[in-house]
């Protein structure tokens, strides 16, 4: 039976000629998806300018999306906050009595480092100190938020590191530690933050090695491994209660200026309720303060998230959408997403989400599902600003290493996804033909050890090439 063929005139004027379907793309991509390693499943979809799915396999099973989860969270931003003002979200201080009160908003981008410009924690400590020169206590309060540090389904292993950090309205420096190793002579030595004590078991040796674990819970930080002598080597944690971590940094930063510390680091946390879901908490808006930050336009933080693949920020977009209307839960946001993929004519049984960036492993999605949400942000009016908030291969983001030296370097626009046994990319890429092509591409139970991107790349090439 000859191909059927449909003749679409584009928004440009152009003539497209679009194969419905042609099935020799699908087996070119099969051919380059059986080269992974043996037990990687994989579902596709590709769909053209036309609307019409060239490619689909496996379309409608549901798959770990691992980051992919952040197209939800970010598109959900589009729709929901104001991106191009200056940003809300910024932390204040305010005097309670003796006591200061650092109060988070939910900015992601809080800085305490020496050469920040915009958004700095010191602006809030020179503040302070122009006010008074004795303090009692210095209390963290992120109450804009409840206190839901960590998404179900996110692993007890990965709260240690800066990948897994706790989110909180009130989040300094990533809600990061920054640590250095090096070797002295026959002992290694550690530098940079002493907000967690440091139970140091690194070896010198000839190469760098080193671990890190801390049992949630705990302050203390088991450092391991073997450190050559040199450079030395950064290691980067994440930090269990942002909020006191970062009024314990605002302490520091007072008494540098010379204002006198007499009580204790405190922290003021809303307990999450389920019940309270859906609804605005009495007491969590901003009261007058001292003085308060004013970061950016949000567009920029949507664009560092999606980029860089940035957990915590994602994680706080969720929480920030979820004040709209309700109480800034996790469950807040994802009812917003949830109005949204309705809006997009996503069926509600093609996808389940338990956090905003993806390191939970209940989030799931199918290709067709990803690609339906993705042809439907194309056609909001703030569709290609958001494409442009993605990684592009070969150019920046996590893609700057993909598709260098390919046809599609330059041309696919796509966010990433890794955990453990998962790997997934999804966006757009614009063809041989040059059309555009939307994709969600998603490999799941790769085996220990190996990696299932060269192939998927292969297949995403394969069919680029076709159409």
């Known amino acids: 039976m000859q191909t059927i063929q449909a003749i679409i ?37 590709v769909r053209d300018a036309a609307g019409v799915e060239q ?24 729709a929901t906050l104001p ?16 006591d200061v009160v650092l109060v988070g908003a939910g900015d992601a981008r809080l800085s305490s480092a020496a050469d920040c410009q915009v958004d700095c924690l010191a602006k809030l400590a020179d503040a302070v100190a122009a006010k008074t020169r004795v303090v009692g206590d210095v209390i963290g309060d992120d109450s804009r938020f409840p206190d839901q540090r960590w998404s179900p389904g996110m692993g007890w292993n990965n709260m240690a590191g800066r990948y897994g950090t706790a989110a909180s309205a009130l989040t300094l420096d ?49 450092l391991s491994g073997t450190v050559a002598p040199g450079p030395g080597v950064t290691v980067r944690t994440g930090v269990e209660d942002a909020a006191h971590h970062a009024a314990w940094m605002f302490a520091k930063l007072l008494r540098e200026r010379g204002v006198r510390v007499t009580g204790s680091v405190a922290v003021r946390h809303r307990p999450h309720r389920a019940e309270e879901d859906g609804a605005v908490v009495e007491g969590a808006t901003l009261p007058p303060m001292l003085a308060r930050l004013q ?28 004040r709209v209307g309700g109480g800034g839960s996790i469950g807040d946001g994802l009812k917003r997403v949830e109005a949204m ?12 989400l338990s956090d905003g960036s993806g390191m939970s492993t209940y989030n799931r999605v199918t290709p067709r599902a990803m690609v339906t949400l993705l042809s439907w942000a194309q ?21 700057s290493r993909r598709f260098r030296d390919t046809p599609l370097a330059g041309k696919i626009h796509a966010k990433t996804g890794t955990l453990s046994g ?22 799941n139970d790769n085996p220990d050890g190996t990696s299932a991107t060269p192939t998927m790349d292969a297949a995403l090439l394969a069919a680029a090439a076709a159409l």
């Open 55 to 78: 490619v689909a396999i496996e379309p409608d099973r549901r798959f770990v999306p691992a980051s992919n989860t952040k197209i939800f969270t970010t598109l959900a931003s589009f």
């Open 174 to 222: 990533d809600n990061e530690l920054v640590l250095t190793v090096t070797a002295k002579g026959d002992r290694a030595v550690i530098g940079g933050s002493d907000y967690y004590r440091i139970d140091n078991r690194i070896r010198v040796g000839t190469t760098n090695a080193v671990a890190f674990e801390r049992m949630p819970g705990s302050d203390v930080l088991r």
């Open 9 to 45: 005139i584009g928004a440009a004027g152009a003539m497209l000629v679009a194969a419905a379907p042609d099935p020799a793309v699908e087996t070119a991509v099969r051919a380059a998806l059986a080269k992974a390693p043996a037990g990687t499943r994989f579902g596709m979809v």
């Open 422 to 443: 998962v790997s997934a990319l999804a966006g757009t890429m614009t063809a041989a033909s040059g059309q555009t092509l939307t994709f969600a591409l998603y490999a």
């Open 341 to 352: 993929m309705a809006s997009a004519g996503v069926p509600r049984s093609a996808w389940d």
């Open 83 to 98: 991106l191009d003002a200056a940003d809300d979200g910024g932390a204040g201080v305010r005097m309670e009595g003796r």
């Open 379 to 399: 056609a909001q009016p703030w569709g290609a600003r958001w494409i442009e908030t993605l990684p592009v291969g070969g150019v920046d983001g996590t893609l």
């Open 295 to 322: 970061p950016g336009p949000l567009i920029e933080d949507v664009a560092i998230t999606n980029k860089a693949s940035q957990n915590l920020h994602a994680e706080l977009l969720l929480r920030r959408i979820g």
